[in-house]
């Protein structure tokens, strides 16, 4: 048996390393070369029919607002929409009275306040207006125009 040089050793795998990447690059690159080199067949065309290059442009960034490139699932975002909340009834609710000897004060509350209002006879809270204060009750008018006893026992108009 002849033993070969340590310089033949080493070039030899190498080389048959380089062969075999050479032959798989040669395999692989018409597939490539072929889809890309073939240009798509052209459809004929005549001047009146062609696009402005500028309208071209618009529709492609148009189309990728609208379907952004890199989303998820490629769709546009749904807008949400927010519905307003049914309006709520506020309530007025008599919290006291204050006799003076020359005047007549109704602690009220509205039920979207927490704080307590002082008003006297020709008033505004809210929507109602005081009409009359007694000593158990108080009577407002509503801005339509319907008058409401509110008692100190029973809160609400």
Do not use: Y
Request: aromatic share 2%.
């Amino acid at each position: 048996m002849m033993k070969l040089s340590p310089h033949i050793q080493t070039t030899v795998p190498l080389t048959a390393g380089l062969i075999c990447v050479v032959l798989a690059g040669v395999i692989w690159m018409p597939l490539g070369r072929d889809s890309q080199a073939t240009p798509p067949p052209a459809t004929q065309s005549t001047p009146s029919d062609a696009p402005d290059a500028m309208e071209v442009l618009a529709q492609g960034a148009q189309h990728l607002v609208e379907r952004p490139l890199f989303h998820i699932t490629r769709r546009p975002p749904v807008i949400a929409t927010v519905e307003e909340p049914a309006p709520v009834a506020i309530t007025l609710s008599l919290t006291g009275i204050v006799n003076n000897e020359n005047d007549r004060i109704a602690l009220v509350q509205l039920s979207n306040r927490p704080d307590l209002l002082r008003r006297r006879v020709g008033e505004k809270i809210g929507n109602w207006e005081i009409e009359e204060i007694t000593d158990t009750s108080v009577v407002v008018i509503s801005s339509d125009g319907e008058r409401q006893v509110i008692s100190l026992s029973s809160g609400n108009p």
